[in-house]
Structures are given as structure tokens and as C-alpha cells.
């Protein structure tokens, strides 16, 4: 049996704990914001992270110019540059503070994992240096997107010809518009989301988990990933656990299985925050729901050892089993996270009981999984 798996009582089960570790073996991905003086990347990277992550003065200094932002509760490591200002020497500084951070030499722990390349629009045009270290980031291998910040600076044709520009410095050149203001006129123009898509496709599977749990909003992109990513590897996980030749030991292996996958999901949507609500009702109905439905497991199980029978037709059984319960499980707590965290964005005042209780898990398992069972 799976070290780890074997002594596991779902009765003790702690989510604090559980979540405390996942934040400690995260891999954070590194990403690197540079442009000119003004230019917004401290507005753009709070925009995105949903807090001051680069307020002045509270990053770590690394070498010249460079700033490293990280904390214990944000899985990403942000590098902000000091922009550039006119004047050859001051493009010189700037242009070796980024090739010194993108050093191929660096600590793997330190190697850059993408590029974020900020353009003030309200400059009305796309300066050398700025095509130069475009282009010498992507020569690197680094993936690298431009990013047009403050657009409500210029006007839509005055856009489109930047756009035209960075087109004429690499037609495959990712690129994103993006604005601060809320104004209902400049809405189709910030694809906020876009870039948040766009670096999570970029990075390791291993770093995505720490990108998309630190970004403010997303639920689209973090309902996708928990879909693809969490529920898909605990059910396939849970497949292996009913191959196990031992009786009763499929059951063992799934509790933690579907119980570290609720862990998971709650910390993608970074609906931790409210742990101790989701401990009573990890308690009160999750726990409940995995230890009466394991009672399946067990029975198909069982069938391994009955003449006639065979592994083959327990297999059969015991995976349709596994791969209901996890699924449904999951999707049931990914619908809840995703509903609780919408109504935060939206600033309603929120009562986590209306999202988190035991008749709204109860209905939405058993919705999906006779759905499920329908198809």
C-alpha cells in the first residue's frame, strides 16, 4: 500500500494542516516585469495579484535594479525592474539589470519562467530599447508577452498603430492591453484575463498550481484548471487505488485521495481563507459522504476473491465507483468555491453559510453524480 496512504484515519483528517503543507511544497513559478519609468507595473502586477504585492520599498533587492517580491501566503515570485528613463546611459543601466536577471547561469530556484514587457500606450510609440530587449529575451528562449498598460491614453486608432508596431517586431509576439480604470468604454480593450491565460499556459505543469491559486479572480481559468488538473489526477489516482490485490484497501487509498483533492481545490480558489468554516463541513458532510460511500469500494473489492468472479469484473466495479465519487465530489466543491468567490468579487456581503453547508454539498454530489450515472 502507498506510503502514506495506509495509516490514514479520515476521522483525524486536519484541513489546516493539510492546506499549511500544500503551501509549503508549492513550486512557485518566477516572472519578471520590466518596462520604462511610469509605465504601470506595479499597478498591473497589484491588479492582478489582488493586493499591494509592489508597494515601494518592500521588495528584496538582488542586484541592480531589481526587486524580488515574495510571501509566505502569494505561490509566485515577482521580479520588478527599475525602469529606464531617456538617455543612453540610463538605457544602458537598465538593459544590464534585465540581461543580469536572465542570466542562463542563475540558480534554478532563481531562473526566469516568463516575461512580462510593460508599454505605456500614453507614450504613443514603442521606443528601440524596448524592441531591443523584446527581442533579446525571446532569443533567450524566455517566453515574453508585451504588455500596452495604461490605454486610456490613446485613442483607437493611436492603439491599433502600437499594435501594428509590436506586430512589425515579431508577428508572433504575444501581446495584451491593459488598463486600471474602471470604465465600461475601455472594457473590451483589457484583457486582463487573457494574460493570466496566456502565462499559465506558458509555465511547467509543476509551477502552475502556485501561479493560478495566487491570481486575484480568474474563476474561469481557475475553474478549468481545477477540472483538467486536480479532479483529472485524483480520479486517476483513484483508478490505480481499486487495482490494489488486498480487500478493503481500495477504500483506504481513496479517502485521502478525494479528501487532499478537496484540499486542493479549496486552495486553487483560494477559498483557504475561510478554513475553519470548511473544516465543519469537511466534518459535518464531506467526511461523511467518502466513509459511507467507500462501503462500495469495499464491496467491490470484496469481489476480487469470490471463483467465477475474477479481478476483471471487481475492476470494472470498483472504477466506475472510484471515478463517480472522486468526480462528483470534486465538482460539487469546485461549483461551491467558484459561487462563494464570484459573489466576493462582485462585493456582496457574503455569508459563507449560503456557499458552505451540508444540504448544499448533499444536493450538488447527488446532482452530478446521477448526472453522471445518466450518461
Known amino acids: 500500500m502507498k506510503e502514506g496512504y495506509c495509516d490514514f484515519d479520515i476521522n483525524d483528517f486536519d484541513l489546516n494542516s493539510e492546506l499549511e503543507k500544500l503551501q509549503m511544497d508549492i513550486q512557485k513559478p518566477n516572472i519578471l ?63 544590464n539589470n534585465i540581461l543580469s536577471i536572465l542570466n542562463e547561469n542563475a540558480a534554478v530556484e532563481e531562473k526566469i519562467h516568463e516575461v512580462w514587457y510593460c508599454i505605456s500606450a500614453a507614450n504613443k510609440r514603442i521606443f528601440d530599447i524596448d524592441q531591443k530587449m523584446i527581442c533579446t529575451i525571446k532569443d533567450k528562449g524566455i517566453p515574453v508577452t508585451a504588455v500596452l498598460t495604461q490605454i486610456d491614453g490613446v485613442d483607437e486608432i493611436e492603439l491599433t498603430s502600437l499594435i501594428l508596431s509590436l506586430r512589425q517586431i515579431d508577428s508572433n509576439l504575444k501581446y495584451f492591453t491593459y488598463c486600471t480604470l474602471e470604465d465600461s468604454n475601455l472594457e473590451e480593450y483589457i484583457q486582463r484575463d487573457e494574460l493570466i491565460r496566456w502565462s499559465l499556459d506558458q509555465l511547467p505543469e509543476a509551477l502552475k498550481a502556485g501561479f493560478i491559486s495566487s491570481v486575484y479572480g480568474a474563476l474561469e481559468e481557475k475553474k478549468e484548471y481545477v477540472k483538467n488538473v486536480v479532479i483529472r489526477d485524483a480520479v486517476a489516482q483513484a ?14 487509498l481513496l479517502a485521502p485521495i478525494q479528501m487532499r483533492m478537496v484540499s486542493k481545490i479549496i486552495k486553487t480558489y483560494g477559498t483557504d481563507k475561510v478554513a475553519s468554516l470548511t473544516t465543519s463541513l469537511l466534518e459535518s458532510q464531506v467526511m ?36 463517480i465519487m472522486t ?37 450538488l454530489i447527488e446532482t452530478i453524480r446521477l448526472a453522471m450515472q445518466n450518461q
Do not use: W
Open 239 to 252: 483508478l490505480a487505488a481499486v487495482y490494489v490485490p488486498i480487500p478493503g484497501s481500495d477504500a483506504l
Open 33 to 95: 516585469v520590466c518596462g520604462g519609468t511610469g509605465v504601470g507595473k506595479s499597478s498591473l502586477i497589484n491588479n492582478i495579484f489582488g493586493k499591494e504585492v509592489a508597494e515601494i520599498g518592500h521588495g528584496v533587492p538582488l542586484t541592480r535594479g531589481i526587486k524580488k517580491y515574495s510571501s509566505t501566503d502569494t505561490s509566485v515570485n515577482l521580479y520588478d525592474s527599475e525602469g529606464y528613463e531617456t538617455g543612453s546611459e540610463r538605457q544602458s543601466y537598465y538593459e
Open 327 to 363: 468526480k462528483s465530489l470534486g465538482e460539487a466543491m469546485s461549483q461551491m468555491c467558484y459561487k462563494y468567490s464570484n459573489a466576493r468579487l462582485r462585493g456582496e456581503d457574503v455569508e459563507l453559510v449560503k456557499y458552505f453547508n451540508p444540504e448544499t454539498i448533499s444536493d
Open 288 to 323: 461523511s459522504y467518502v466513509g459511507k460511500n467507500l462501503s462500495k469500494a469495499v464491496l467491490g473489492s470484496m469481489f476480487k476473491f469470490i471463483p467465477g468472479i475474477g479481478t476483471g469484473v471487481s475492476n470494472v466495479i470498483n472504477s466506475g465507483i472510484a471515478t
